[in-house]
């Protein structure tokens, strides 16, 4: 399975990349990526990668980006990149918590059933 890859302000990924170092399924395997300054830029924004192998991992990671969803509350929008497939989760709004735990729950359980055994 290719990497997890969260997509989101800085500071709300500095917050969830805490969360997801403390969850023992993921040690290891969850690293801050911020790329190099092109030409004229200061920088790019920074990526959150977890590397998932197992359906332990992938319910480990899914169950605590929807707690991480809950305690920040509205206002939230992280990106979810699995190799092509890109999902917003956007919690501006009227947001339903639950379909978005279901939503991020099938998105990882298909990128492992891809991936093969």
Request: proline content about 9%; hydrophobic content about 45%.
């Amino acid at each position: 399975m290719p990497d997890i890859t969260l997509e989101a302000e800085p500071d709300l990924l500095h917050s969830l990349e805490e969360w997801l170092r403390d969850v023992d399924a993921l040690r290891g395997r969850v690293r801050l990526l911020t790329p190099p300054p092109v030409p004229g830029r200061m920088g790019g924004p920074p990526e959150l990668r977890v590397a998932v192998e197992a359906g332990a991992q992938a319910a480990a990671l899914s169950r605590t980006v929807e707690m991480w969803l809950r305690v920040r509350g509205p206002g939230v929008t992280l990106k979810l990149r699995v190799g092509r497939r890109v999902t917003e989760l956007d919690l501006r709004g009227e947001v339903d918590v639950d379909r978005l735990a279901r939503q991020v729950d099938a998105i990882l359980r298909e990128a492992l059933h891809a991936a093969g055994p």
